[in-house]
């Protein structure tokens, strides 16, 4: 299967969020979770218009993207606190091409993209079962943050570019 990976059109922000959705749902997340995350999953026109968002396309057709996002001033978002730079905020595959390499492709794009100007470090905050992707990719382990999620956390990472 052949990978097309191309910066996102504001027309591409219906499907990004049906992948966000589709990707979530893929773990047997409880209903009451997406009421918390509805916000956080919904890739609108002005998203894409404001940040670095890519899509992978198979056959025509995207099956997966990534968005970076640079915060310009440390925050708190309830429990969680925000420190200022560049995060990949989203990558999600459709759940029938995970394990096909998509992930790895969109990462290396990212790479090859913040390179370009001058971006040397991306944080994450990993959802607990990406893990094994971030550890996989030589992502630097941070530690545990507080989730938007009440009594869940999600793993904080850095990525070397």
Same mark, same amino acid.
């Given at each position: 299967m052949k990978i097309f990976i191309r910066?996102?059109?504001?027309?591409?922000?219906? %499907?990004?969020? =049906? %992948?966000?959705?589709? #990707?979530?749902?893929?773990?047997?997340? $409880?209903? =009451?979770?997406?009421? !918390?995350?509805?916000?956080?999953?919904? %890739?609108?026109?002005?998203? %894409?218009?404001?940040?670095?968002?890519?899509v992978a396309e198979?056959?025509?057709?995207?099956? @997966?993207?990534?968005?970076?996002?640079?915060i310009k001033n440390d925050f708190w978002a309830g429990k969680v606190f925000v420190s200022k730079g560049f995060w990949l905020e989203h990558i999600f595959i459709l759940p029938e091409h995970i394990g096909k390499s998509i992930g790895t492709k969109l990462v290396a794009v990212l790479k090859l993209k913040c390179s370009e100007i001058n971006i040397?470090?991306?944080?994450?905050? !990993?959802?607990?079962? #990406?893990?094994?992707?971030?550890?996989?990719? @030589?992502?630097?382990?941070? @530690?545990?943050? $507080? !989730?938007s999620i009440e009594g869940r956390t999600v793993s904080l990472y850095e990525l070397d570019i």
């Open positions: 910066e996102a059109m504001v027309s591409d922000s219906e %499907i990004l969020t =049906q %992948i966000s959705f589709a #990707a979530k749902r893929h773990w047997n997340y $409880p209903d =009451q979770y997406f009421d !918390s995350w509805k916000e956080e999953l919904t %890739i609108t026109p002005a998203y %894409i218009k404001n940040n670095r968002v890519y198979a056959n025509e057709r995207i099956v @997966g993207y990534f968005s970076l996002v640079e040397n470090k991306v944080k994450i905050f !990993s959802d607990p079962n #990406a893990k094994g992707f971030y550890d996989k990719l @030589g992502a630097c382990y941070l @530690g545990e943050s $507080p !989730s």
